[in-house]
Nanobody
């Protein structure tokens, strides 16, 4: 059974930084793509960032480019999302997800991901 757990959320002022962590148990993250998504109140869950199974390709939604950085540490079986210059519009529950099969592409679509964490709340005050 694959379990995915996020941590690192919290309350931060606008302009501040946070680093989210996504850890897997029951299976290694190695050889699997990982995506970060977020859902704000009253809105649909949206893609934020993704990293390829090899770690050499990263993807970001336009609104976070230049501010967020996704990375992976396979030795620690963890994927990180470093968020800088946070804005109130970044307030949401952030979830990470991974896919079922090895070496799959990094998708922007939430329906392509099979294993999800419960999420961690990020609140940015103005």
């Amino acid at each position: 059974q694959v379990q995915v757990v996020e941590s690192g959320g919290g309350l931060v002022q606008a302009g501040g930084s946070l680093r989210l962590s996504c850890a897997a148990s029951g299976r290694t993250f190695r050889s699997y793509p990982v995506g970060w998504f977020r859902q704000a109140p009253g809105k649909e869950r949206e893609f934020v960032a993704g990293i390829s199974w090899s770690g050499d390709r990263t993807y970001y939604t336009d609104s976070v480019k230049g501010r967020f950085t996704i990375s992976r540490n396979n030795a620690e079986n963890t994927v990180y999302l470093h968020m800088d210059s946070l804005k109130p519009d970044d307030t949401a529950v952030y979830c990470c997800a991974t896919r079922r099969r090895m070496y799959e592409s990094t998708s922007f679509r939430r329906e392509d991901y099979d294993y999800w964490g419960q999420g961690t709340q990020v609140t940015v005050s103005s």
